[in-house]
Structure formats: structure tokens, C-alpha cells
């Protein structure tokens, strides 16, 4: 039995850069705050929260004075700055470059959309955590759309701009501009850049992961994918694995695996999200190699 982990998966740059960002201050400090999960891995999360990492949401954030917030990588909305500035809070700023980016284009396209009286249309997760950020350069006036019921909030007489959450399947994204031209063609009979506008926001550290993956998935005969529940990147890549390679299985942590998943022949590929750390994929790893006397006994 051979067991390989992916070297292509782990951290994004943006989460790596958030979780030193908290290391380095809760050095010089016995706690810090963080405005919602750092990450979407419950198993980092709890690592973090022994050293001093306490989570809060935006209502808590309201309350709290005098300290320091540290914004995670998923970006925050202007309100998230106003309330710091009113309440004398100190952020720790740990945004993603790449999010900061997109949310100036979001609200430049924005600003522009008002005057045309059309609308910003963002591909993503109504609620996620960046999806909050964008929506919040927008007056909230951003339409989410994840699924085809979403697109009956978009008027196709008015022009559309639309944008998409960095960590979203590209697959996905082009999936969805073919149908909104599609629906714009049939109710103005034309098509043109005054009415749509599509702008493939994805992450490219996030879409270059899916060849990779899908490579990954075929060379080997099991896919353990290691994510957080909450992790949408995780939920997209996972689906990516597993269209390539039916014995593909999500797990959050070692506890999930069953040894009947692999014969003692398997070549085992551990793969995972941008949120998950490498040191939970090699834990994985080591639990694998401590079933292999067993499994080989059951193939024998």
C-alpha cells in the first residue's frame, strides 16, 4: 500500500498569510480576536483557539472596545471599519490581496452600474464570509446567484455585470454566464458589452488546483480529500476528485476513515482544500499507514 499526499493542496497564499498574521500577534499577547472562523477547518480552528484565538461574530464585535480584531482572509465589508473606528478597536488586517482586489473592482463596477441603472450579479454563497464583503461595496444591492432558481432576482432588460466569490468552480462560473446570455438574447434579442459584462474573479491559486486534482485523482485508486464541512472550495474540489475517481471519500479528520475503504495494493492519494493544513493531511497520512498490517491481513 503506497499513500502519497498531494503536494499542489493545503493553504492558499491568503490563509497562510492570516493564520502567521494571529501566530506572530498572540505572541505578544495573551488573546486575540478573530470576527468569525479563521479558516473553515474546525481542526485548526480548535488549534488556534488553545493559543488564544477567541472567535466572534458581528454582534460581538459591536460590543467590544479598547482591543485588537483580526479580519481574516475572506475580506469584511466597509461597515466592519466603521464600527473599529467608532469603538477603538485595532484590526489586524489579514485579508487576502487577491479579495481586496476583487472588492475594489466590485465596487468600481458598482458605482458605474448605478449610473446605467443595471446590476452586479456575484456568483457565490449567500452569506459566506467574502460573498459579505463584496455585497457590502454594493449598498448590499448585489444580486448572489448559486443556483438556476437565483436567476429569476436578475432583470435581463437591464444591463448585468457579473463577478464571482474567488474560491467558486470555474466550471461553474462559465456555466452560469453561458445561461444569463442565454436569457438576456431571449429578452432583448441581442447581445452586446452594454449588457453583460462577465468577469472570471476565481482565484487562480483555487482554479489551477482543479487540472491538478483531477490528474491526482486518476493516478491513484483512493482519494481520501481532507476538508472542513464548512469549506466551500472544499465541497467544489471534492466534486472534482470524485468525478474522476469514484472511490474518492471526504473526511474532516483521520476518526472518519474506514479501513474497508482500501486493500493492501491501493495507491492512496490524501488531498484537501485551501483550508486545510498540512499538518492534518500528514496526520491522516500516519493513521493510514497505522491500519496497513490489518488491511494487508484482510486482503490475504
Not at 465589508?77 to 473592482?105: G, W
Not at 438556476?148 to 432576482?153: A, I, N, S, T, Y
Not at 483555487?206 to 483531477?214: A, G, I, K, T
Not at 481520501?224 to 472534482?240: H, P, T
Request: glycine share 6%.
Amino acid at each position: 500500500m503506497n499513500v502519497t499526499i498531494d503536494k499542489n493542496s493545503g493553504y492558499c497564499f491568503g490563509v497562510e498569510f492570516a493564520i502567521k498574521m494571529a501566530e506572530d500577534e498572540m505572541e505578544g499577547s495573551e488573546m486575540l480576536y478573530c470576527l468569525g472562523d479563521i479558516v473553515h477547518n474546525d481542526m485548526e480552528v480548535k488549534r488556534l483557539s488553545e493559543k488564544g484565538l477567541v472567535v466572534i461574530d458581528r454582534d460581538e464585535l459591536r460590543e467590544l472596545h479598547d482591543c485588537k480584531v483580526l479580519i481574516r482572509a475572506h475580506g469584511e465589508p466597509p461597515e466592519t471599519y466603521k464600527i473599529a473606528i467608532e469603538n477603538n478597536i485595532e484590526l489586524i488586517d489579514a485579508s487576502c490581496p487577491v479579495v481586496l482586489k476583487l472588492q475594489h473592482r466590485v465596487k468600481t463596477a458598482f458605482d458605474k452600474m448605478e449610473k446605467e441603472k443595471g446590476q452586479i450579479v456575484i456568483y457565490g454563497k449567500k452569506g459566506h464570509a467574502e460573498v459579505i464583503g463584496l455585497t457590502g461595496q454594493t449598498l448590499e444591492k448585489a444580486i448572489v446567484v448559486m443556483e438556476d432558481r437565483d436567476l429569476e432576482k436578475i432583470d435581463f432588460n437591464k444591463p448585468v455585470t457579473l463577478f464571482s466569490q474567488t474560491t467558486k468552480s470555474t466550471k461553474g462560473f462559465y456555466e452560469l454566464k453561458e445561461k444569463i446570455e442565454h436569457k438576456i438574447k431571449s429578452a432583448k434579442g441581442t447581445l452586446n458589452e452594454v449588457d453583460f459584462n462577465a468577469n472570471d474573479s476565481i482565484c487562480r491559486q483555487v482554479s489551477n488546483r482543479e487540472p491538478q486534482l483531477r490528474h491526482f485523482s486518476q493516478v491513484n485508486d483512493v482519494i481520501i480529500f481532507v476538508s472542513g464541512k464548512k469549506s466551500s472550495n472544499g465541497k467544489a474540489l471534492y466534486q472534482v476528485c470524485k468525478a474522476e475517481n469514484e472511490r474518492s471519500y471526504f473526511i474532516e479528520n483521520e476518526t472518519e476513515i474506514d479501513p474497508e475503504w482500501f486493500n493492501s495494493r491501493d495507491n492512496i492519494g490524501i488531498c484537501g482544500a485551501t483550508s486545510t493544513p498540512m499538518w492534518l493531511m500528514e496526520q491522516v497520512m500516519n493513521h493510514i499507514h497505522s491500519l496497513e498490517s490489518g488491511i494487508a491481513l484482510e486482503s490475504n
